[in-house]
């Protein structure tokens, strides 16, 4: 094992001891396609935010089938508190259709077939396979994770795609739906992007950005 593993490894360890309950997406769904609708709406948007705005959406339309004829104003009461909600709204009409032309009405579960669904990259992707269909293929990056991981001088990068190499290359596959949701726990908890609260930190006698002497 390699310096590089090892110390991911102690990383993990930690965080997973201190937030146990939080590997999982926070996002509320009950089918792949209710992932798929909450993580589309969730880019630029708090978790908490989509989790107020999709109870009703998918009571009104639960499926993808569901979606095929409507325009994507029809969505609008549901979705008009979340950032981009036209362009989301759009998008996700969209999958629905090419969902049901092109997979059979189910989500697909395969990362090159989901980033083919308008407005699906690779974070999304990565958060359907882990939490829906329990495979790990990537590591979704979002901003928690770029700042914890810059922080923790594990990769200095603000590129998304070129972190999610990187992390890949030393975190053991098993472990990659963990490390996504363990670093958004620490981003949230304490090492936010405006402020490191180092003092309340975990990893603050690991981390080589640690204030704490």
């Not at 936010?192 to 950005?209: F, G, K, Q, W």
Request: hydrophobic share 35%; net charge positive.
């Amino acid at each position: 094992m390699s310096g590089a593993e090892k110390e991911i490894t102690l990383i993990l360890s930690k965080l997973k001891r201190r937030y146990p309950e939080e590997m999982k997406t926070s996002l509320s769904y009950s089918t792949p396609w209710e992932l798929l609708v909450a993580t589309i709406l969730s880019a630029q948007t708090t978790d908490a935010q989509v989790d107020k705005a999709t109870p009703k959406l998918f009571k009104k339309y639960p499926n993808p089938s569901s979606f095929v004829n409507l325009r994507p104003s029809q969505l609008y009461p549901y979705t008009k508190s979340i950032n981009i909600y036209r362009n989301k709204s759009k998008n996700i009409i969209n999958s629905a259709r090419m969902i049901e032309a092109e997979f059979g009405g189910k989500v697909p579960d395969r990362v090159e077939e989901l980033i083919k669904l308008p407005g699906v990259g690779r974070k999304t992707a990565n958060v359907v396979m882990a939490n829906a269909f329990a495979k790990n293929e990537g590591i979704a990056i979002d901003t928690h994770c770029i700042t914890v991981a810059n922080r923790l001088f594990l990769y200095k990068t603000q590129n998304p795609s070129k972190l999610e190499e990187k992390l890949m290359k030393i975190i053991p596959k098993k472990e990659w739906g963990n490390a996504t949701h363990l670093f958004i726990a620490l981003g949230r908890d304490t090492c936010t992007s405006r402020r490191a609260h180092c003092e309340r930190c975990v990893l603050n006698r690991i981390c080589p950005s640690s204030s704490v002497e």
